[in-house]
């Protein structure tokens, strides 16, 4: 599974988007994009996925480039409780995620 | 619904010891996996078990042995315990091995002296 690049750390101010970058430039026709986030210690929480058509849920939106080399997962309007680790994986088959050390997005008053 | 739940949450244990790490889920689930976190890192697979009755290797699967005792159950054994497996283990579960969405438990922090 092709590996992954995003930021180390980011901040953003409560109320306004998130746009959190992630640079897949060798991922393969066949893999996915997926996103996880960890908040403190506790267990991964699934966001979003897609292959290649940009994706929408209650959470997030994941926009992916044309060539599919790189995506942003956009929070909308981002709160404290979205200060967390977010993971950015690429995978044809869904069960082996190489989830890398994300990047820690720290949401600011 | 509990979600997938683990047991213990904490243990500590000496070098040399053994314990098996349980983990349960009750959203009938087909696929199961074990994970661990070392501070500061991301997550790394250790075992994934796409089915019931089936078994794969991870990233990191020295050192563990696993058995999916049913579709709900997913256990992971240390037979002789190290001081670098201490870690966070996570167990996991998805509907079906492939483009589903793993959900994840609350982990174990395991300390080995």
């Known amino acids: 599974d092709a590996k992954t690049t995003q930021p180390p750390s980011m901040d953003c101010a409560e109320g306004r988007a998130a746009n959190l970058p992630c640079n897949h430039s060798?991922?393969?026709?066949?893999?996915?994009v997926y996103w996880y986030r960890q908040i403190h210690s506790q267990g991964p929480q699934y966001i979003i996925h897609g292959l290649k058509n940009n994706e929408t849920n209650e959470m997030a939106s994941l926009i992916i480039t044309e060539d599919r080399k790189s995506s942003t997962l956009i929070l909308p309007h981002a709160t404290l409780r979205d200060t967390a680790v977010y993971y950015c994986?690429?995978?044809?088959?869904?069960?082996?995620?190489?989830f890398g050390t994300g990047t820690s997005l720290t949401v600011i008053p | 619904n509990a979600g997938v739940t683990q047991t213990p949450k904490f243990q500590v244990l000496k070098t040399g010891q053994s314990m098996t790490l349980q983990c349960a889920q009750d959203m009938n689930h087909n696929s199961m996996y074990w994970y661990r976190q070392d501070p500061g890192m991301g997550l790394r697979l250790i075992y994934y078990?796409?089915?019931?009755?089936?078994?794969d290797k991870g990233e990191v699967p020295n050192g563990y042995n696993v058995s999916r005792l049913n579709k709900r159950e997913f256990s992971l054994r240390l037979e002789s315990a190290a001081p670098s497996q201490t870690s966070v283990y996570f167990c996991?579960?998805?509907?079906?091995?492939?483009?589903?969405?793993?959900?994840f438990g609350p982990g174990t922090r395991l300390t080995v002296t």
């Open positions: 996991a579960s998805s509907e079906v091995s492939g483009r589903y969405e793993q959900y």
């Open positions: 078990s796409a089915s019931e009755g089936t078994t």
């Open positions: 994986i690429v995978s044809s088959t869904g069960n082996q995620f190489y």
């Open positions: 060798t991922i393969s026709g066949n893999e996915y």
